[in-house]
Nanobody, 119 residues
């Protein structure tokens, strides 16, 4: 299984970006879909997560600005980021807990996509 993140870039403060993550390979089901981020000199932190049951959870610092959702394509999920701030600058990673068959679930990370918020 591989995760491919995309959609990062340079945006001005107050702008928007949409990140996408696509999972490929032998996938029975995706149980959780998550975005993390890591800014220079800081630890990786959870941004938002959603489950196969539809529940979502957000870090306080993105509540009301970011939205995580399943994509229209199978095994994809998105992070819509609005009202971006310079402190949102980081490498964003997608992460998933994926069942490859009925018995085994594994954790997978995408390669990261850079988001830079600057004027």
């Amino acid at each position: 299984v591989q995760l491919q993140a995309s959609g990062g870039g340079l945006v001005q403060p107050g702008g928007s970006l949409r990140l996408s993550c696509a999972a490929s390979g032998t996938i029975f089901s995706i149980n959780t879909m998550t975005w993390y981020r890591q800014a220079p000199g800081k630890q990786r932190e959870l941004v938002a997560t959603t489950t196969s049951g539809g529940s979502t959870n957000y870090a306080d610092f993105v509540k009301g600005r970011f939205t995580i959702s399943r994509g229209n394509a199978k095994n994809t999920w998105n992070l819509q980021m609005n009202s971006l701030k310079p402190e949102d600058t980081a490498v964003y990673y997608c992460y998933a807990e994926i069942q490859v068959n009925r018995n085994y679930e594994y954790e997978y990370w995408g390669q990261g996509t850079q988001v830079t918020v600057s004027s």
